[in-house]
């Protein structure tokens, strides 16, 4: 049996390591998505009428499909989207097809003009995912290049940014159309009627079924020019006769460019199975051959490839750091080569078996699953010396103590995954691939490490003479001071319980809106301070902000022009700026500058031999920059604290939400929001139409409204003002067999004002009378969810961050206590140290599970108590570490509270598992034999765990540190209440 065992661990083995070239490996996890995504275009739409006429009537159709969990609607400028998610379990495919039934059900209902919903969902096949980011510095060479790479395995697709297009534009006389009685609208049904392609049917030739067409294929633009568009006897006008045709490029909104040079980048997305290893080394090579073959510049400016090859190899380093210092530790313990030899082969049969698990199941590489295995080695090292040190005392039940031990800690990661999709990101590979390398530890303690243990002949530890006289002398004081400790057992569950804390303390307070509570806010601070505890000061502890330390590698200079700003006078401010940086050209490695409609970004990125006071002198010449261009906002952040020359205040900006029912209530209340937070001197930076993000920092977005008198028709009425405008909007046409892109464009559009605007006349009235042009603060999209409209509102507040939230606060409740129902202000506070409501409940719930789970296999009540004791006090270690010093608590650390749910009890488990064995002595030495024959491999698996978690401490990567931190915390305390607790409350329950 033995035999055959160590001979199918070989073979397996071999797989596990022949198998490796084929794992699929990403940056981040790919998930397939459960949305489908539903949008629609209209020409000449403001958001507002396309949420009326189209998105609203979409909503209601889709509101009615089953297993719909969510909704959320976008209506822009003539566009809008519906998104629509599903629950997890629900047939996309299914759902697909109903969206497309309720599409074609309401279709009638939009206006003639709509477009034709169209649905688009994510290929779980081709999730994209942007792996390279290229910049080139000569567009004409953009789609060679692209052609080129699309040939590689592994691409899904590559965009163009920065490019601009050739585009036909038709500058028409408006003096001629009128003339001759024609409009706009004359000439584009002329040209879409003569130049469309009319399906006739199918031909069956040479046993091959063909589509049949007509169309018409202009060879020349001339052919365009002679198109008639009118005729009235023998006069006949042409397209030429009224308009100018020119082929041109289409009109800048963006601009890109690195130190100086004009640049457009290619995105390139990677499939879903692709190894995004592999792919990028294939783009690399393929780049260097198009280097010298066009002599252009092919600059890599992101690579996702080059951030998983510093993962992995930050995960050989820990793993070898961790295994080295590992068996040296167990050499110490053991002193026996053959121990070593053991934990050796058995941790390279663990991790062939999990790599050839991994290819079977599919299971994605990635920067979690790395962090998982890494960590796993610890735990997987203290099943082996539990197995190791049981076979040398000749335990048979060693298999029963180790299943129930790597049992619990798996239940506990697998909770994970009933945690909601957007908090279990990340930590649900986490989970798994640990929960796997667990649960492949446990086959080969149980199956591989005995026979294999039989093969080398490990024989049973005699315990030395000198040995028994120590347990004597440490039997006596352990007893005593467990005697005394029990007397004094009250005091000590009350010092236990205090430290801890009372979670989700919470008394009602006065304030402006609740008249008829008890205690002041001031009074409450005490008493939380009193019986709060460490959970209290932990889960209110004051936020670390992020935005700067993520940033110190970096200057980062962000412009927002005036109302009016073209983006050429934009782009004059940020050429003078990239003239004063071209003289520390010495210095600036990079410089990466964005400009689009609404604001310039421009980033530094500093060459690294350069002395560290450099990059805050550069930055005060910013700033000087900035204060004489003073209509320009400047945001600058990066090198210590941020600055705008906005009053010279450093940014503190915070984030609320405003939803509601109907959009006119939420304006109206919202204006009177606006009206509330400009009276507050403290509040500047106002944005009642924020995106939400921290970097939107721009001034509110203004336009011109025309407001149209009810009694005319508002579309013809817009048509007309269209004419005196460019349209930026395209058709397309084909020319000589390739297909042009053209607009339409008024002559005289870049020179016609307002005032001409307000001269004209429509149907022979003045068109002053029938409009009024108003520039106010408007928003660029709405946006709905689950049929409630969202106002994302964003302002600054000159104080310090706690004072700013408590003030806050308190306007927040204020406004809410008179807004009418159905209506809510909601402050985005962003606290990190802070659970979310599902992982407060998850914790618990993991607490109950344990106890559960205990209760059936020691067919107890009581002793699973003792086992979940262990859990409050190792959170212990973990909330006083995170309270008292500057760490960041992110899903890392919540990640610790979850490993330590499931390994702080195992020591509990080994002893009570020993203390139930033990038969013919009495509960007071029970208590300490149990304790005796358990504490050494019980400490062996302690400082295991905490040695493989200390290589995560050099890298001070945010996840992975607060982690390690967290864990190593959380196991030091609950040492304590391993050899102090469990013996007391045995005693207590009198075992």
Known sequence: MGFRILLITFILSILGFASLPYLTINYKPKKEDNKIRVTVNMDNTSPRQMEEDVISILEGAFSQINELKNINSFSYYNSGEVELEFDVNANKVQKKFEVMMMIRQVYHLLPKHCSYPTISRYNPNFIQNELLSISLNKPNYAEEIKEEISKLKGINKIEIQGERDSVYVIKYHKDLLDQYGLSLKDIKNKISSNFKNDHLGKVNYEASIYKVNVGHNLSRIKDLAALEIYRKGYQIIRLGDVSSINLEQKRLDHLFRINGENTIYLNIYTQKKANEIEVSDAVRKKLETLRSQYNIKLVIESDSSKLIKKEIDKLLKRSSLAIVILFLFSWL????????????TSLIVNSAVLLLLVNIFQ????????????????????NFIISINSLEQKNEKVNFVLFI?????IITLLFVLLLPEEERKGIEDFSIIISLNLLISLIVSCFFIPYFSQLLKIKKVKTPLKSKRQSVVLKYYFQHGIDFLYKKKVYLFLI?????????????????????????????????????????AFLKK???STVDNDLQDKLVIVMTPPFGTTLTTLDSVTRRLENLLHSHQSSIEKVKTNIDLEQSKVELTFSKNIAESVPFMIKQEVISYSKLNKQTNFDIYGF???????NNIIPLTFYFSLKGFNLNDLNTISDSIENILTKNKKIYKLNMFSSGNWWDNSTKKEKLKISINEHFNSYEVFNEIQKYSPLLHYNSILIDNEYFDYSFENKDAEAFTTYQLSQLNFNNYPLKSIIKLKKETTENKIKKSNRNYIRNISLSYKSKYKIAVSKLTQIVENINANLPIGYSLTFEKEEYSKLSYHQKIFIVLIV?????FCAILFESFYQPLIIISIIPISFIGVFFVFTNFNFKFDEGGFASLILLGGISVNSSIYIIDAFNNLKGINSRNKTFVSLLIKFKPILLTIISTIVGMIPFLLYEDNFWYSLAIGTISGLI????????????????LRY
């Open 973 to 988: 305390s609950s040492i304590l209440g391993v050899v102090i607790m469990i013996p007391i409350c045995l005693k207590m």
């Open 405 to 409: 031990t790597s049992l619990t800690t």
């Open 848 to 852: 109950v599970i344990i106890y559960m």
């Open 542 to 544: 004051e936020k670390i």
């Open 333 to 344: 313990v053991y002193q026996k080569v053959k121990v070593i030899i053991i934990l050796m």
């Open 640 to 646: 210590g604290k941020s600055f705008t020359n906005n």
């Open 496 to 536: 236990l319980i205090f430290t801890f804390g009372i979670p989700n303390f919470k008394i009602p307070y006065k304030n402006e809106i609740a008249k008829n509570t008890i205690f002041t806010s001031h009074e409450i601070s005490k008493v939380e301070k009193l019986f709060g505890g460490l959970i209290t």
């Open 363 to 382: 299971i994605d590489i990635n920067i979690y699953t790395i962090v998982g295995i890494s960590i796993s080695i610890g735990f997987i090292i203290d």
